[in-house]
């Protein structure tokens, strides 16, 4: 291995001297770099290597080469690049090589050797590259893209990047995204064909630039697009064709074409006739002075969206589902959330929002997802007790949702319903006991807004009594805090002590007890070291900030005690386990230096 390395470090010097003689680097520093590039070298020929050496290895190289770089432009020499410069490349090549070969399946390394090559632009080791990743990974479809897009934009042979996509559609002769490279490669080929042809006119050097005839008639790109539709179903699929022909100018004829394919092999599809509808408001208009008022401008907005609802009803008609229903009212909904001065243009989003939202509730075939944008299009109307329908009718209808019961009884509370109590109980019936607790805190805020406090304190003692442990610790938060509020102090404390030993709890339960009695104006810390002890008996394993919280009331309290911190530390120290005892041991040495 010594000899090995020997050999290596002597292979060196010609650099090194050229490196010393022109100025780059000083003697000291060419003796600091052969000790530092003798260790790294030992590394990568040791029995077991690893590969962070290899990385590390070639970062040096790499400082060393950025180091020349900027040392180049500072004095202003620039010769003497291929001695130095294209020798250390070589060598970063090398190790790269090396690394690759040993770790194989790691795509970062591979990735990092292409990424260097480009960047100190060597183009023929990139190609290199890009054949031995592939050889090993042809698996990854982004990988034959990468290669397909360095051959041709920085390569600049069109052939060799045909060559590539034809091979990686032969290992995935399903992939969407490779397909739709591929075809937009030819796009940009065709139009580079129609420069070509300028400069050949014009009896220009083309260089290394060549398009088959094929290409310059623009029939590569419909056979792969012919292709693609025939292997890979599905409007999406043929819409991103669509929008990918969109962005060349010698593409009508391919547009006319796509859409013709898009109504005739997917007629049943809701995104084909969304798409089709879509369009009437990116179509062409008489052009207009530029004086034209505001209000002409918004009469021409709305006779669009007429003709994008005219599509849309042929749609519903012709294919009356759910998720035919959903584009459609989802267009009225978002038009409807447009801004606009025109009053006259809002009123008819507003009508025709409201007239769809009905229609398709009416067939039953309105998206559960959807019912919460109506009743929001009903409350900005000022429609509350339509509103109030929807949400009960809603809630019926998709029983098993919580989001749906939820969403219809945070409607009923706000218009003040007659019918939430009976809405509320039917909903707590539907919903699985172990997820109502939502509908428990809602129905907590308007107990508390609306009823009187015996029905309130009965709502509250049947929430203690649940055998779901999050509604009935919930319950006890909120019944603490609202027996506070409502009755004092020392009705709370009446309810804390009835509660405290009545498991399960939160900290929140204990902590609020404690702001309670710290809000007091004779706050009294034996009452606190009681709420805290009892709180350190259910949390104390868990919760290291109550052990802080604890020693800082001694330390602050004008009845502390701060001969207690050290019991209540030592206390702490055998309770915590793990990561909370380093945590507490940091912020209780802050505490003690005043930086917590």
Known sequence: MAEIVQQRIEDRIPELEQLERVGLFTRREVKAMVKKVSALEYKLHRRIISKEDFITYIQYEINVLELIKKRRSRIGYTFKREEIEFTIIHRITNVFRRATAKWKDDVQLWLSHIVFCKKWNTTTQVSKVFSSMLAIHPDKPAFWIMAAKWEMEDRTSSESARLLFLRALRFH??????????????????????????????????????????????????????????????ADFLLSFLAIARLFDFTKEMQEEILQDLQALHADDPL??????????????????????????ALEVGRREERCCTVYEEAVTAVPTEAMWLRYVTFCYERFKRKSNNEELKQKRREKALAVFQRAHELSLLAESLYKQWLQVLLAVGLTDTAAEVAVAAARRFSQSLDTWQSGLQVLVSVRSHDVPTLFEEALAHIKPKESLPLWLLRVEWTEETQSLENTEAFFQKGLLSLVPAISVAMKEKYLDWCYRTGGVKKAKKVFTSLQENRPFSLAFFQKMIQIEKEQETCKMQNLREYYERALREFGSE?????????KEELNH??????????????????????????????YTLAQTGHL
Request: aromatic share 10%.
């Open 173 to 234: 002769p399903d992939n969407q995204k490779l397909y739709q490279e591929y075809f937009e490669w030819s796009s940009c080929t065709r139009e580079a064909s129609k420069e070509q042809k300028a400069l050949e006119q014009a009896k220009m050097d083309l260089g290394e630039y060549e398009f088959s005839e094929e290409i310059m008639k623009a029939e590569l790109a419909r056979v792969i697009y012919k292709d693609a539709i025939q292997k890979i179903k599905g």
């Open 272 to 297: 084909t006739w969304d798409f089709m509808a879509k369009r009437e408001l990116e179509a062409e208009s008489l052009p207009s002075p530029e004086h034209e008022s505001k209000q002409t401008k």
């Open 543 to 551: 919760e290291d900030n109550l052990w802080l919280d604890y020693i």
């Open 558 to 587: 004008p009845q502390g005690k701060p001969e207690n911190c050290g019991k209540i530390h030592w206390r702490a120290m055998r309770v915590l386990q793990g990561e909370r005892v380093e945590r507490f041991i940091a912020k």
